[in-house]
Nanobody, 124 residues
Framework: QVQLVESGGGLVQTGGSLRLSCAAS????????MGWFRQAPGKEREFVAC????????RSADSVKGRFTISRDNAKNEVYLQMSSLKPEDTALYYC?????????????????WGQGTQVTVSS
């Protein structure tokens, strides 16, 4: 079992930055692929970024490439999402997720554990 708690969300203006954090506890964090997803009102939950257990492999959605960076600190059992050049369309509830899959997946169905989410609102 893995417990995930997100933090760092908030209200920011267009063009601003935020750093989301996700603290993990339970099963070995360093063996888990970690991902970030987001869900806007009336829309399906969508993939944002993921990182392999070692941090050497990262994947991100085309919509956030060049603006968002995922990273992790296995010593602290934390994963981060650094978001810059934020746009109103980035407004959503952001979720941290974990999976023991060997290859970092982008499909939400491949993730086993989820946090409760942290709200990000970008004003125009």
């Amino acid at each position: 079992q893995v417990q995930l708690v997100e933090s760092g969300g908030g209200l920011v203006q267009t063009g601003g930055s935020l750093r989301l954090s996700c603290a993990a506890s339970g099963r070995s964090f360093s063996s888990q692929v970690m991902g970030w997803f987001r869900q806007a009102p009336g829309k399906e939950r969508e993939f944002v970024a993921c990182v392999s257990p070692s941090g050497s492999v990262r994947r991100s959605a085309d919509s956030v490439k060049g603006r968002f960076t995922i990273s992790r600190d296995n010593a602290k059992n934390e994963v981060y999402l650094q978001m810059s050049s934020l746009k109103p369309e980035d407004t959503a509830l952001y979720y941290c997720a974990a999976t023991s899959k060997l290859i970092p997946p982008t499909a939400r169905e491949q993730y086993d554990y989820w946090g409760q989410g942290t709200q990000v609102t970008v004003s125009s």
